[in-house]
């Protein structure tokens, strides 16, 4: 082989062993980064993975806040109107957080099947719910009527 052909081949073998070091550094950062979205009937379910950080997110219950008298701890239930999930967390919620309104959590299902989360997000105005619990609670509310018909069907 030529010397200038090797040299060449040298450096195109060079530049795709770094091309794909960099790729796959790449896929590895983006991996770990990842926040998946789980409603409350996947979590129940138990599709969600415990110790990884997710997001979960529904309507927060009526009468399920449950806030700490001595520290800033709140516990309350988020449902998608199928199951319900119990969020601990330990921080100020944001002034738009009531019982009755759409949030998203980001945190870890702990092996107790409780979400632990690190932070809480509510929606921004009274017309706003993020797309994913929008998405969840529609699914939520056509499994029900499947079950609905479906027990009507039976008991006729």
Do not use: C, W
Not at 36 to 43: E, M, R, V
Not at 116 to 140: F, G, I, R
């Amino acid at each position: 082989m030529h010397p200038i052909r090797k040299k060449r081949l040298t450096i195109v073998l060079f530049l795709l062993a770094g091309l794909a070091v960099a790729v796959g550094l790449t896929t590895y950062a983006l991996r770990q980064n990842i926040n998946l979205f789980y409603d409350p009937t996947q979590i129940a379910a138990g599709e969600a993975p415990a110790d990884v950080r997710i997001r979960a997110g529904g309507m927060v219950e009526e009468g399920s806040v449950l806030r700490d008298t001595e520290s800033l701890k709140v516990a309350f239930r988020v449902t998608d109107f199928t199951e319900s999930v119990t969020v601990e967390y330990v921080g100020i919620l944001p002034d738009l957080f009531a019982e009755g309104q759409g949030i998203v959590a980001m945190g870890r299902l702990d092996s107790e099947g409780v979400f632990v989360a690190d932070q809480v997000l509510a929606k921004h105005d009274e017309n706003y719910m993020p797309p994913e619990v929008a998405y969840a609670l529609e699914k939520a509310s056509e499994s029900r009527d499947v079950v609905a018909e479906a027990t009507e069907t039976l008991t006729n």
